[in-house]
């Protein structure tokens, strides 16, 4: 009986022994890592130990000054891709919303504080136009108004949905055709055409789908303006002229032109810079 009292002791400290041994490895083993790991780090240039890309507002290459805002508008690309509208990072339409679709896709914004009023999509080749029409008509003065593309966005257009459409500062709404790519900002109450609308056909253009990116700047005193920075626009690659593909364009800016209702715009216009 003792025999085996003290068999089962000396186990007993065997096993506490072991015990003892294995957290003593661990520990070891952890300090061991954290030292090492502190020692890489040190030792790692500053470009190499923060590898990971700056993440802008909408995906735009570079942030955008204090007081300004980005958004990024993409058409559709045929009948496969749907369009996509961005704010301040805010996603405001597209086919993860679920709130796009065939012809053309519309969201409308608050002209002095940036806020979504609302969203819609009219189907200009199976539709009926007269719905659109009426919404064209009821928006407000001060309004800014995001249009997109999806596949056709022309066939049932007539002449009086154009013009309304002109009116918000659209200047090549008029000769809009079958399948082309158009993106467009413009604003209701709008006394000049905007800079930024983009239109390509994929009759002339080997990727008429590439989106068109710009800045837009925000008048904290007077509303929104857009055009006080720089854009930077991807035009698509053109069959004709294939040395324009992805050209680098500066927008300038002349003035603002406030409105009573506190939507401005500024004159600017685009034009093309040398290749960095």
């Not at 920075?229 to 050209?247: F, K």
Request: aromatic residues 8%; contains cysteine; proline residues 5%.
């Amino acid at each position: 009986m003792f025999r085996a009292s003290g068999i089962l002791k000396s186990a007993a400290l065997i096993l506490a022994f072991l015990l003892a041994v294995f957290l003593a490895f661990q520990l070891l083993e952890i300090n061991v890592e954290f030292k090492l790991g502190s020692v890489m780090s040190r030792s790692l240039p500053e470009s190499e130990a923060h590898t990971k890309p700056a993440v802008h507002k909408c995906g735009l290459s570079k942030a955008c000054p204090p007081g300004h805002m980005a958004f990024k508008l993409t058409s559709g690309a045929a009948s496969v891709v749907g369009p996509r509208m961005c704010l301040e990072d805010k996603l405001l339409m597209s086919s993860v919303k679920n709130n796009v679709g065939r012809g053309i896709n519309i969201a409308l914004l608050n002209g002095k504080t940036g806020e979504l009023i609302k969203t819609a999509y009219y189907d200009m080749w199976a539709g009926d136009v007269a719905p659109f029409i009426k919404f064209l008509k009821e928006i407000e003065d001060g309004t800014i108004v995001m249009m997109a593309s999806f596949d056709d966005s022309a066939s049932k257009l007539n002449d009086e949905a154009r013009k309304l459409i002109a009116d918000l500062g659209s200047s090549a709404v008029g000769n809009l055709s079958f399948r082309d790519n158009w993106i467009f900002v413009g604003g209701k109450g709008i006394k000049t055409k905007t800079p930024f609308e983009q239109v390509t056909s994929p009759r002339h253009n080997l990727h008429a789908s590439s989106p068109l990116i710009v800045f837009i700047s925000k008048c904290q005193r007077s509303g929104v303006s857009f055009g006080l920075v720089p854009v930077e626009v991807h035009i698509p690659l053109s069959s004709q002229h294939p040395e324009d593909a992805h050209v680098h364009l500066c927008l300038f800016s002349i003035h603002i032109c406030p409105m009573k209702s506190g939507f401005c715009l500024s004159v600017a216009y685009l034009r093309k810079m040398s290749p960095a």
